[in-house]
């Protein structure tokens, strides 16, 4: 069970505070959460665990009255000097309310602007981002509702000559489809290595899905807990 709430976190010597909205697994006031402000980052929670005091403000059903509730809630404390909260007049509902251009460049930093510029994430930072999303289901709201987005779109002709316009283009470039690549399929359950025209090639003969192979052969992974793929180099 998802519980959502807003919260409010007060530098008790200062009684500077910062509003923010969360979704946790357990009850809020069992929740350990302390904010992800960018002037209150991590280092500063730290160093100051002692004098910031946690409080709940409200606690709402669901994830989308959680957003407008935060709105509503900042915009009473818009002008006051001791919210670190930013932006206030540009703050979005995100509830099918176009942001503002403002908004967006706002959020726009490239380059060497970008804290993150030149720096990659380590081999210990990929795979435990990837653990973490391993496993995760969409809910049944959010595909219903992206069901509903989509529902009735059609691509019009001029969208679709450009498509076809532009697969032409590569395929006359040399482009080839990974799925007609050759192949080198390693059968752990027979002992064998074989080299095959093309993933779909292999996966007619074995009754596989081309696309949940080519997946499989992108990543490294074993397939079924049987076959090693790779492309022919």
């Not at 992108?218 to 076959?227: D, E, I, L, M, V």
Request: proline fraction near 1%; glycine fraction near 6%; include cysteine.
């Amino acid at each position: 069970m998802e519980i959502h709430y807003i919260y409010k976190i007060t530098n008790s010597q200062t009684q500077e505070f910062y509003i923010g909205l969360r979704t946790s697994k357990c009850e809020a006031l069992f929740d350990k959460y302390m904010g992800s402000s960018s002037v209150w980052n991590r280092e500063y929670i730290k160093t100051n665990k002692d004098i910031l005091v946690k409080e709940i403000l409200c606690q709402v059903d669901t994830r989308k009255e959680l957003k407008l509730k935060e709105v509503e809630i900042l915009k009473t404390f818009e002008g006051n000097s001791l919210c670190i909260n930013k932006l206030f007049k540009i703050i979005p509902c995100h509830l099918g309310v176009k942001q503002s251009k403002e908004w967006i460049e706002k959020r726009k930093v490239f380059g060497e602007k970008n804290g993150f510029f030149g720096r990659h994430h380590t081999e210990e930072a990929k795979a435990a981002m990837s653990a973490k999303l391993k496993g995760q289901k969409r809910s049944e709201e959010f595909s219903k509702r992206n069901s509903e987005i989509h529902k009735g779109k059609v691509l019009t002709e001029e969208i679709k000559i450009k498509i076809s316009k532009s697969k032409k283009e590569k395929y006359a470039n040399g482009f080839k489809s990974p799925s007609n690549k050759p192949i080198i399929v390693e059968d752990l359950l027979e002992g064998t290595t074989t080299e095959y025209e093309s993933n779909v090639t292999f996966c007619n003969l074995f009754d596989l899905n081309v696309q949940s192979v080519g997946v499989f052969i992108r990543k490294g992974f074993t397939y079924k807990k049987r076959f090693k793929i790779k492309y022919k180099d």
